[in-house]
């Protein structure tokens, strides 16, 4: 996952993305979370492939892994 998931203040303000694609992590996340399957957004967008997509959500299930989140704001 680590040579697929970038972090670069050059690339998108330094925002987690594939490859330095300027895909960023959180748009394929949002793709995902908007009901778009994974072979939809690799139809739509032939530059990314199979395992990026996995890497963004492994990536996005290492950020959830923590102690205690406190109260979120309404």
């Known amino acids: 996952m680590d040579d697929r998931v970038t972090i670069d203040p ?3 303000h330094g925002k ?3 490859r330095g694609l300027r895909y960023p992590v959180e748009n394929i996340l949002e793709w995902l ?3 778009m399957s ?3 957004i690799l139809v739509d967008y032939e530059d990314l492939e ?3 997509i996995l890497a963004a ?3 996005a299930a ?3 892994h923590v102690k205690r989140l406190g109260r979120l704001a309404a």
């Open 10 to 12: 050059a690339i998108c």
């Open 16 to 18: 987690p993305c594939i």
């Open 33 to 35: 979370a908007g009901g």
């Open 38 to 40: 994974i072979d939809q």
């Open 50 to 52: 199979r395992e990026d």
């Open 57 to 59: 959500l492994s990536f």
């Open 62 to 64: 290492r950020l959830t």
